[in-house]
């Protein structure tokens, strides 16, 4: 129990300060940083050219200076990530890297070069018929124009060998984060809703080797525990599990999430790489391979019976989303999925976030009702 | 017979004819498609699918008043309010069917593609799950440098190709390359006949009315590979020509004070108050981004200067291309103002604006204003809002021209 608190506390703490951690875990590694707009961001690329991949994700801060480009209905971790790029906030920062995934965030792509111009912005364009053969191709081609730019700016060529590296350490990381939903899906109490959130979201600000140990050490520790019971097993599903207060109701009301389908979480790592193929190939299949994901193309929409079947896996009583306030895609694919858990008779909280949301009175009523509905 | 009519009537009977011909289609068992806007459907006239357009039908249903029950229809299903309302529209009619101002068949298959914006993706995917049909896509990848990347046009290419394959597999007939490039020569010269209308709008006064552009749209998105389509633009240029060489201007009365641009959708519902505001004013709308849009043109048999020319299209485009694009329009058409609408539907065309106007108004000096609106949900646009940005365009344009007679511009 020490063990794995220690542990936690020390990843919540990171997860909490992401400016704090980002500047200790350049100077542990003696790397520059490059940030990583979410989502699908290649950051084996990044870390092969000897940077830290650090993720950005916004913040709960109070919108100024980007309402000078972006109307009140935009989404709001693209107008923090504008706000704090104006700001100043991510001068660290060498470079970022940014998919257009959304109407959005191609929008900020172009913004980025004018509103935040001390930092060089290098777009990633992704396919979204990535089952042909041509999107196939399009995508290691877009791979390979991204990593000659990060070559660029690191001054120095990304040798094939070096990027297997970085390639196999980011797999044995996926692995670990796959292991560790394992054994915190049967430690609900130890591992609480906020917990699991921060221990997954420290990822983005440490080095992956640094965050592969402490998750390995952790997952370790849990398995030593004794499973623990929890009045409401939830699954949750959306772009990313804050704001943290959402969370603490969560907790507040005796509500686990036992297993997820967010961004920020599990969709980075739920894909294992195919075996075969050099590093290239396989970060390409790995987008291929995903499913269920609003922001790539898939004509079977299979993200209704995914989460269906995460909830017979996990035993959860439940499904909450998680909606991004002006997320097209996600907003999109909610009736879709909504009617299919309706006919599976599946549960739900359909819960809609902010970044800058500073009153939670609604939703924790929401969370309550619901947590005793189910408990 | 219809050489004597106008292009005006000529229009409305190709726009009648569009409809119905689409309905017989589906009654006599014919495939028929659901396309966006912007797609290559010279792969649908090849093989004779008919095509309707969910986007022309949605602002046919805005226009006419009757957009609220079908948005209500989706919202209800748990549609969020913030999402297109073009979608919502036809979102709510693939379950309702029936629409007082303006039918079409439901489709059999649907075809989508990305050129215009990632929203249609999730759209048609949508649509295809919930109607079980099948889906053609075409992802055409943000072009966030000037050109189009060749990486990017090889993967177009090989995806027009692929849609053939899915096309001939759907409708079991023999793909007609014969018939495909003279479709393409056809789709090239009613773009083609298209931009040379509305090139007119450059002439003082201009003989075209960017309202009246906004319905003559109708047929550049809906059936721009027919020869009718291209005859129509013709007819359409000439009788503005005409107008050109006798000094008329856009409207039987009133003189035209001042040219603007209109950048953005038209605010559908609300398509006469928005127009009779401006033209009270002596403000016409002499161009849009809309003329640029549909100048698809490429060579015939140029299977990858197709794939570029959908690429390169204003929305899927970064800001350099868009802003110069627009300066040029400014300085071609001697704009007096530019109308923004910021429209609630399209995040694309909003989380540009700020940056295109401030751009517009460094290099040209072109005074502006942004109105909020939508295209098609009615309960976004504040007529009084409106006004009083118009009336400051006014007060700015008015400004503008006592400075320039004075020699301080």
């Not at chain 1, 350490?169 to 939903?181: P, Q």
């Not at chain 1, 699954?235 to 907790?251: Q, Y």
């Not at chain 2, 479709?183 to 709008?201: F, H, I, N, P, Y």
Request: net charge negative.
């Amino acid at each position: 129990m020490n063990n794995a608190q220690t542990i936690i506390d020390a990843l919540c703490e990171q997860a909490l300060h992401p400016a704090l951690a980002v500047a200790k875990s350049c100077r542990d590694a003696g790397k520059d940083a490059v940030g990583c707009f979410p989502i699908y961001t290649p950051e084996e690329l990044v870390y092969a050219a000897g940077f830290l991949p650090v993720g950005m994700w916004g913040g709960s801060t109070e919108i100024k200076l980007a309402d000078r480009y972006l109307q009140g209905f935009c989404c709001s971790i693209m107008r923090s990530n504008i706000e704090y790029g104006m700001r100043g906030t991510y001068n660290r920062l060498r470079a970022v890297l940014l998919p257009t995934l959304c109407d959005t965030l191609k929008c900020i792509c172009e913004n980025w070069k004018v509103a935040v111009s001390q930092l060089p912005v290098i777009p990633v364009v992704y396919p979204q018929n990535r089952s042909l053969p041509a999107g196939e191709q399009y995508l290691k081609d877009e791979f390979s124009r991204v990593r000659l730019e990060l070559e660029k700016l690191a001054g120095h060529p990304i040798t094939d060998e070096v990027l297997e590296k970085a390639f196999a350490l980011y797999e044995d990381w996926r692995s670990a984060m796959r292991e560790f939903c394992e054994a915190a899906s049967t430690h609900p109490k130890t591992i609480n809703a906020k917990v699991r959130h921060l221990v997954i979201k420290a990822g983005w600000f440490l080095d992956k080797a640094v965050h592969l140990e402490k998750i390995r050490a952790l997952t370790a520790a849990l398995k030593e525990l004794p499973e623990e019971p929890c009045a409401v097993r939830v699954v949750a599903t959306g772009l990313m599990a804050e704001p943290v207060g959402v969370l603490n109701l969560m907790v507040e009301n005796g509500m686990a999430i036992v297993a997820d389908d967010l961004a920020q979480e599990s969709r980075q790592f739920r894909t294992p790489a195919r075996p075969e193929g050099d590093a290239l190939s396989r970060m390409a299949w790995r987008v291929m391979d995903q499913r269920g994901c609003p922001f790539l193309y898939e004509v079977e929409k299979t993200r209704g019976q995914m989460l269906i079947d995460l909830v017979r896996q996990y035993k959860a009583d439940a499904v909450v989303t998680m909606l991004m306030k002006f997320c097209d895609p996600d907003e999109f694919d909610y009736p879709i999925y909504k009617a299919e858990l309706e006919e599976a008779k599946i549960p739900h909280l359909y819960l809609e976030v902010e970044q800058q949301m500073d009153s939670f009175g609604q939703a924790g009523t929401r969370i309550q009702s619901f947590a005793e509905m189910i408990g | 017979m219809e050489n004597t009519l106008t292009s005006k009537q000529l229009l409305a009977k190709l726009q009648s004819e569009h409809y119905a011909g689409a309905m017989q289609a589906k009654k006599e068992g014919k495939l028929v498609a659901w396309a966006t806007s912007i797609c290559p459907q010279e792969l649908l006239e090849t093989l004779d699918i008919d095509v309707v357009y969910p986007e022309n039908h949605a602002a046919a249903i805005g226009a006419r008043k009757d957009a609220p029950q079908f948005i209500a229809n989706a919202e209800a299903k748990g549609y969020s309010t913030d999402i297109c309302s073009y979608a919502r529209v036809n979102m709510g009619y693939a379950d309702i069917q029936f629409s007082e101002a303006e039918n079409i068949p439901m489709p059999d298959l649907i075809f989508c593609c990305s050129n215009i914006c990632n929203t249609v993706i999730k759209w048609y995917e949508n649509l295809a799950k919930t109607l079980h049909i099948p889906l053609v896509m075409f992802d055409m990848p943000f072009n966030h440098t000037f050109d189009v990347p060749e990486h990017s046009i090889r993967y177009m290419r090989g995806q027009i190709e692929y849609a053939i394959q899915q096309l001939v597999d759907i409708t079991g007939k023999k793909f007609d390359y014969d018939k495909f490039s003279e479709v393409m020569k056809v789709s090239s010269e009613s773009a083609l006949w298209w931009r040379r209308a509305t090139d007119l709008g450059r002439n003082h006064p201009s003989p075209l009315n960017g309202f009246d552009m906004f319905n003559y749209m109708a047929m550049i998105v809906c059936a721009r590979g027919k020869e009718s389509t291209r005859d129509l633009f013709k007819l359409w240029h000439d009788e503005m020509a005409e107008k050109v060489r006798l000094g008329k201007g856009p409207w039987k009365e009133g003189e035209e004070k001042y040219r603007i641009m209109w950048d953005g959708i038209a605010c559908w519902p609300h398509l006469s108050v928005t127009y009779k505001t401006l033209k009270k004013y002596g403000i016409n709308m002499v161009t849009s981004t809309y003329p640029e849009s549909w100048t698809i043109v490429y060579e015939q048999n140029d299977l990858d200067g197709m794939a570029r020319a959908y690429s390169a299209n204003y929305a899927n485009r970064n800001l350099d291309y868009g802003t110069g694009n627009v300066i040029k329009l400014v300085r071609d058409f001697d704009l007096d103002g530019i109308v923004y609408h910021s429209n609630r539907s399209c995040k694309l065309m909003d989380f540009r604006q700020y940056e295109v106007q401030r751009r517009i108004e460094g290099a040209t000096g072109v005074p502006s204003v942004v109105f909020d609106g939508d295209q098609t949900d009615p309960r976004i646009f504040s007529q009084a809002q409106y006004e009083t940005r118009i009336q400051a365009l006014v007060e700015m344009m008015e400004e503008n021209k006592i400075k320039k007679q004075r020699g301080d511009l």
